[in-house]
Every structure is written in structure tokens, then in C-alpha cells.
């Protein structure tokens, strides 16, 4: 079977570089330590390994469709909600009383980066269930979780998030989805949803949608916007299922993802759809947010664990690809010597390493983010603010550097293969489709941008930034302790002032209440720090590697630490100097894309 992810170096970032057995100092994380952690990521290996990556290229050709009023996927949909259910992965991440693990989130996310290096097309199913199962056990009323999470957690129920809708777009502000009380204190519901992952198939005997709409009278815009869980057949007394009148009129065919649905539903068509509040009347955009951060960072973690897979076709391409000959240092070509590999030509390991640095720089990062996940969660009280601040600013990086620099890792692949990349024969091709996506799922590239610069840049007076920068300044101290890492740690150093003086410059624009033009070029400054941030995780990464490497007892080869830090060398050398010239877009006084009154330029 060919590769398709590294255990190896997840496992380093999650035991050597992170050490998330610190976790289980925590009561709620008390009943796991290293060796079962690593039990269940073996398990789900050998799953993904028998189950999902066998199917990944078949699930391209036998898309999922609309058809007899339902939508058709491939049958490993089925089975994989089946083990989700069985073996935790829906409902592993819950609290014992909710029927749930207590499983770290960090694990969680571990676990959906396996899956997904084996087969994209699929974990969105069961994730998408986790996601509108949490919402409901956390915000839900006692009545509303019985009513659902049993079977939710048991995989038998699948969940979604319905938030788009055909006049809205990303604009909730303007949904028109409407919920009128009923006399049992349930919600007479009525709307339609677009792009609707997971929504509809004929594996799950039900569904249980997370849904936007406005009650009867509510405020105008978000704060006016609650939020429902509205099944597509509700449960009569009797306990037999019936229509909910949520009914699914088509399936969007997709350029990439095929085997994974996106749904048209139309709810209330016949006045006879039942939904149920969760949590606070007009809180349901305050309420979803904790499912679409959560998803923000799973998007990323997919689009990386795509640029993974397409990393390891493109390698053992270059393994065993002869073409050309070695150019020697008389300049010359040796015309008698064979054919060399690939792999043996500068500007091939040019574009295998920059795959390699931006699936592993942003895998330690996703991890990361999850890690703080669970300390917000469940560490010490006193540090859970600063904990949640860290992750809030580091998830819309996350999803960005994740999908937008997954796509470039990609492309890179493709591009190793030649015209053989371009052709349906070899994978690259499939996962180039795949993954442009992500940078639209969940919020694009611009929103997490604008996100990003204006919200969490300046929240709490700049409190996330600032603990995110003490973590950054640790990491430099650590490695000034190696000489061979020293110079990266000052080029780290000298990068974080660079970023320093840019938000210096941006927020002082902002104060003067010249607010568009603050996050006119929010995108490129998330490009900047993201390639900050990913350095960081490099020269950490990099020191852990050197610390290991000169232990008695190294949890790996030396081989697998010097391409650590070989790898860190090459993200420093050829990515990091790119924040120089996205500053000076940023400190320029040309306000270019700032539209003009009675302007008579096209753009």
C-alpha cells in the first residue's frame, strides 16, 4: 500500500514536540495516558489503512448524487459512521454523563488528520456529527439532548450545521429562515439551506440539523438569530419516526470532493416542520460559533492532511521517476551515465521540501491549537481565559495557512509529475480538486482574514497577540541554547519585530477611525503572520529535535531529527524572507482597492 501520512512525525508532534500526556494531570483527562493515546492512533490507522484509503479514488468516480428524492454516496459512508459510533470517534471528545470519552480535543483532531491523509471524502460525515452533537450538549436544555444525542453519539443519527442560504451567502445578517412558537414550547420552522454538508444519504436513518432562523418579531440582523435543531423525521409518541417535512431537493455536483454531499433543503414546505431551541432566543449566532471554530480548525487539519497525502504520491513519484542526467560541477552533462531519479534534481527536493515544511509546519500548528483546545477546557482556572485567547486568535490561521498554503503544497506535487500530474491516471490531480474548497468552507480566505485583523488582533487590548509573542519569545530562548540554531532563532527574532512594527502601523490607522482602510489588505497580512507563526513552530520543532537527538534514549533516528531540522533550514531560507515584501504592501500609504466615489476605474 502506498503512504499516504506519517505516524511518525505525528507522534513527535504530539508526544516530543507538545506533550499532550501533560493533559492527563488534568481531572477531566485523568483515565488516558501516552500508551493508550497511541492505541487508539494505531487503531485508527489500521482503519483508515483497510477502510478508507482503499476507496478514495473510487469515491472520485462514484460521486455522490441525487436520486429518488435522496442523495447516494458510496457504501464506506455507512461503515465509517458505524465505527465513528462504535469506537468513540463521534461522541469521544464529550463528558461521561453525555455518553462521551473525555477524549482530549487534540486527539480528537489527531485521529480526524489519519482519517483524512486516507481519504477526505469521508470524515466530514462523522465530524459534521460531533460538531452539532457538541452544540447541543452544551447549550441544549435536558428535553433536547435526550431527544437526540444517544443516537447522535451512536453514529446512528447523522448531524449538520445549516447556516447558507441562496439570498445570504456568508451574510447571516440577511437569512430569512423563520421559527414561530409553538403551544408546547417547540418552533414551527420554515426556510431553505444551501451547500449543506453531510446533509442527506441513506446510511443514517435520521438527520438532526443545526439551524439559523428568526423567531416571530426578533431583532433585525445577527442579533437577531437563534438557533434550532430541526431532524429531518421527528419521533411521535409512539416512538415511530415520521417526516419532519424537511425535504432535500438536490445535491450541488462538485469539481472536487465528489464522494463528500452538499445538500439543497427545504424545510416547512408543507407547514409542517418541528424544530427546537438550543440554548438563548436570539444567542444562535454566538451559540453556532462554537461549532464553526471548532470546525475552522478541522478544515485546516483537512486541507493539510490532503496536502499530506499529495506530498507522499509526489515522493514516491520522485523515488522511482528516471529523467535527465545530473549536471556536474564542470557544467557539463554525463550523456553515458543512466538516467537519474528525479528526486536527485535540485528544483524537484526545491518543491518536495516546501510540501514537506508547509504539511508539517502547519500539522504542528492545527495540533497546537487543538492542544490549547483542551487547556482552555479543562486546565488550571485560573490561566483557561488566557488559554481560550491564545486559541481564539491562532484558529482562522489555522484554517487559512492550512487551506490556502495546503493548495500551494498540492499544486507543487502536481507539478513534479509533469504532464503525468495533469492526467486522471495519477492522484495529484484529484487532490488539487479536492482541497480548493477549504479555503471557502467555513468562512473564506477574507473572512478569517478580516476576522483575524479586526477582532482578534485587537481583542482584550491586544491580550492574545501578546501571550501569542511570549510564546514565540520561549521558542527563541530554547533554541539560542544550540549554537547550529542560534542564527534561526535570531532570524525568528528579527521576523516577530517585523510583524510587530506592521500591526504597530495597522492599528494606529485604525485609531484614527479609518476603519476600511485598517483591514483593506487584511488577507496579505494574514499571509504575514501566518508565515510568523509557522516559522515558530519550526524552530520548535527543530529544537525539540536537536534536544532528542542527543539524548541516550532518542524516541526516533537520528535521520528522522536531522530532517527536522533540515527542513527548518529550508522554511527559514526560502519562506520566511516573503514577510519583508508583504510588509512594504502593508506600510504603503497607495490605497488601491478602496473603492472611490464618482471613480471611473474598473477595480
Sequence with gaps: MSKYMSMENLKFILHDYINISQLCQYPRYQDFDKDSFDILLDSNKDFADKELFPVFREMDEQEAHYADGTIKVHPVVGKMMKSSGENGFI????????????????????????????????????????????????????????????????????????????????????????????????????????????GDHEYCENFVHLFLARIEGAPAGTKGISLFAV?????????????????????????????????????????????????????????????????RIEVGCTA?????????????????RPQGRRIMNSGEKDIAAGQTLIINHPDVRRMLLLQKAITEGGIALTMLAAYYQDLSHAGPEKDRAKYHGILEFLT?????????????????????????????????????????????????????????????????????????????????????????????????????????????????????????????DATLFMEMISTVIIAWQWLSMATKAKEYAITANPTFTNEFYEDKIHTMKFYFTYELPKIKGLKETLLSPELLTIAKENSKVLV
Design 91 to 198: 461522541g469521544g471528545i464529550f463528558d461521561h454523563e453525555d455518553g462521551g470519552m473525555q477524549l482530549p480535543h487534540v486527539m480528537h483532531v489527531a485521529n480526524g488528520h489519519i482519517a483524512e491523509c486516507a481519504n477526505n471524502h469521508v470524515t466530514g460525515y462523522p465530524g459534521l456529527t460531533t460538531g452539532a452533537a457538541n452544540l447541543i450538549a452544551s447549550f441544549g436544555s435536558q428535553e433536547v439532548k435526550d431527544m437526540f444525542l444517544p443516537q447522535m453519539i451512536a453514529g446512528q443519527w447523522a448531524g449538520t450545521m445549516c447556516l447558507t442560504e441562496p439570498q445570504a451567502g456568508s451574510s447571516l445578517s440577511d437569512i430569512t429562515s423563520s421559527a414561530k412558537k409553538n403551544a408546547d414550547g417547540s418552533y414551527k420552522i420554515a426556510g431553505q439551506k444551501i451547500f449543506i454538508s453531510g
Design 231 to 295: 431532524p429531518k423525521m421527528r419521533k411521535e409518541a409512539d416512538g415511530n419516526l415520521v417526516s419532519n417535512d424537511v425535504v432535500t431537493a438536490a445535491d450541488f455536483p462538485k469539481m472536487g470532493q465528489k464522494g463528500y454531499c452538499t445538500t439543497h433543503l427545504v424545510f416547512g414546505e408543507n407547514d409542517n416542520c418541528v424544530g427546537w431551541l438550543v440554548g438563548q432566543e436570539n444567542k444562535g449566532l454566538k451559540h453556532m460559533f462554537q461549532m464553526m471554530n471548532a470546525a
Design 304 to 320: 493539510l492532511s490532503m496536502a499530506t497525502a499529495a506530498y507522499y504520491a509526489s515522493l514516491q513519484y520522485a523515488q522511482e
Design 396 to 520: 482562522p490561521i489555522v484554517k487559512t495557512y492550512g487551506s490556502e498554503m495546503g493548495q500551494v503544497s498540492v499544486s507543487n506535487g502536481l507539478q513534479i509529475l509533469g504532464g503525468y500530474g495533469f492526467c486522471s491516471e495519477f492522484v495529484l490531480q484529484q487532490y488539487y480538486r479536492d482541497i480548493r474548497i477549504t479555503t471557502i468552507y467555513e468562512g473564506t480566505t477574507g473572512i478569517q482574514s478580516l476576522d483575524l485583523l479586526g477582532r482578534k488582533v485587537v481583542m482584550n487590548n491586544g491580550e492574545a497577540l501578546k501571550d501569542v509573542t511570549k510564546l514565540m519569545i520561549h521558542a527563541i530562548k530554547d533554541a539560542e541554547k544550540y549554537d547550529d540554531l542560534a542564527p534561526f532563532a535570531q532570524k525568528l527574532k528579527e521576523a516577530s519585530k517585523e510583524l510587530e512594527q506592521t500591526v504597530m502601523h495597522l492599528v494606529g490607522i485604525a485609531m484614527q477611525g479609518k476603519h476600511e482602510e485598517f483591514i483593506a
